[in-house]
T-cell receptor, first 117, second 110 residues
Framework: ETGVTQTPRHLVMGMTNKKSLKCEQH?????MYWYKQSAKKPLELMFV???????ENNSVPSRFSPECPNSSHLFLHLHTLQPEDSALYLC????????????????FGPGTRLLVL | GQNIDQPTEMTATEGAIVQINCTYQ??????LFWYQQHAGEAPTFLSY????GLEEKGRFSSFLSRSKGYSYLLLKELQMKDSASYLC???????????FGAGTRLFVKA
């Protein structure tokens, strides 16, 4: 298994559907991230988990609900989304923590391209 | 506020050298990253600078001036496969939060 994997790669859903995005990292990292990438906009950090605890929550609407059951898996549960939520959702992982070298980079998964109709 | 600026698009010729600039204004600084992102793919790590100066890695070099809030990515001997978006990102002191610029789309022409 390579690096960071995400499923599904593509998802089309209606505004009343409930779906979940899955991310798995095989790098032994202790921090995982969800980002949203819309066309021609910067990557937007949504959530950060470190050692399975949420450490960042960037004013994300409650229709996005993250879950981190262990340090290797991260989910993003979606419900009653809006068309403007259509974007590429990227998961990343890194080895982070107090006292560690700050150059520990984030490794990204291939993303889930989401279309909300 | 937090702001990272980089040019939207650049075009360069195969074999040439191109410099992609990035200026930042952030509340706190703990390093600057450059990522490469091909269309439809995930960003991949290129370089990291936390001290002033130039870091060289093969055909790619990255420069940082913390006092000026400025960095650049230098790509030498351009190849067609270098056509991609290049993302500048600043890491916060907490270590977990990284602010990304909107990216510079580089087109390499023959």
């Amino acid at each position: 298994e390579t690096g960071v994997t995400q499923t599904p790669r593509h998802l089309v859903m209606g505004m009343t559907n409930k779906k979940s995005l899955k991310c798995e990292q095989h790098l032994g990292h202790n921090a995982m991230y969800w980002y949203k990438q819309s066309a021609k906009k910067p990557l937007e950090l949504m959530f950060v988990y470190s050692l399975e605890e949420r450490v960042e929550n960037n004013s994300v609407p409650s229709r996005f609900s993250p879950e981190c059951p262990n340090s290797s898996h991260l989910f993003l549960h979606l419900h009653t989304l809006q068309p403007e939520d259509s974007a590429l959702y990227l998961c990343a992982s890194s080895q982070d923590g107090p006292g560690l070298a700050a150059q520990e980079t984030q490794y990204f998964g291939p993303g889930t391209r989401l279309l909300v109709l | 506020g937090q702001n990272i600026d980089q040019p939207t698009e650049m075009t360069a010729t195969e074999g040439a050298i191109v410099q992609i600039n990035c200026t930042y204004q952030t509340s706190g600084f703990n390093g600057l990253f450059w990522y490469q992102q091909h269309a439809g793919e995930a960003p991949t790590f290129l370089s990291y600078n936390v001290l002033d100066g130039l870091e060289e890695k093969g055909r790619f070099s990255s420069f940082l001036s913390r006092s000026k809030g400025y960095s650049y990515l230098l790509l030498k001997e351009l190849q067609m496969k270098d056509s991609a978006s290049y993302l500048c990102a600043v890491r916060s002191p907490s270590g977990f939060k990284t602010i990304f610029g909107a990216g510079t789309r580089l087109f390499v022409k023959a």
